[in-house]
T-cell receptor
């Protein structure tokens, strides 16, 4: 079975500090992984996606993620946090069944302190 | 360029009442999905559709019905609402089943069942 686990439901960083949001996956087939961001009272917006072309993936707003097969991880990072990064972040895996649904992690809420 | 539009955005129901949520997409996508979002649980798939006239059950289909009479619309119905259906509902669409394609999300519909 495929699954996604996000470590830490809440992460708090200071403005200008490194952002690290952790995601681990389980999949018996090659995974296709996504990070989405949800700002308050809004829908989900794609940050970046891994499609096996490159293990280091760059996304919008300065975020990037590195796919590590040996660690079954796809952690999201940003070198310097900005106040506008405060949001909820979801890691997701595209399933091989059920219409190619996205299987989501539980989400990580990022707070940025001034 | 509207993308995925959900109506209504907010609704309060009494237990036992019925309602329909409408999702409309203007991107000519084949695949459409209804998710519910609950705190600490990420997003869970309710129903999905792989094309006009088709629907299928997701992970949590009980208490919901769907229809896709037109390619651009995907309706989610609650025949007899229960407090457990209090949630935020998201519609999403995708242009391809191939795993690298992302899902595009609406802004959500917040439903409260009293």
């Amino acid at each position: 079975a495929q699954s996604v686990t996000q470590l830490g439901s809440h992460v708090s960083v200071s403005e200008g500090a490194l952002v690290l949001l952790r995601c681990n996956y389980s999949s018996s087939v090659p995974p296709y992984l996504f990070w989405y961001v949800q700002y308050p009272n809004q829908g989900l917006q794609l940050l970046l996606k891994y499609t096996s072309a490159a293990t280091l993936v760059k996304g919008i707003n300065g975020f990037e993620a590195e796919f590590k097969k040996s660690e079954t991880s796809f952690h999201l990072t940003k070198p310097s946090a900005h106040m506008s990064d405060a949001a909820e972040y979801f890691c997701a895996l595209r399933a091989g069944n059920q219409g190619g649904k996205l299987i989501f992690g539980q989400g990580t809420e990022l707070s940025v302190k001034p | 360029n509207a993308g995925v539009t959900q109506t209504p955005k907010f609704r309060v129901l009494k237990t036992g009442q019925s309602m329909t949520l409408l999702c409309a997409q203007d991107m000519n996508h084949e695949y459409m999905y209804w998710y519910r979002q609950d705190p600490g649980m990420g997003l869970r798939l309710i129903h999905y559709s792989v094309g006009e006239g088709t629907t299928a059950k997701g992970e949590v289909p009980d208490g919901y019905n769907v229809s896709r009479l037109k390619k651009q619309n995907f309706l989610l119905g609650l025949e007899s609402a229960a407090p457990s259906q209090t949630s935020v509902y998201f519609c999403a669409s995708s242009y391809e089943l191939y795993p690298t394609g992302e899902l595009f999300f609406g802004e959500g519909s917040r439903l409260t069942v009293l």
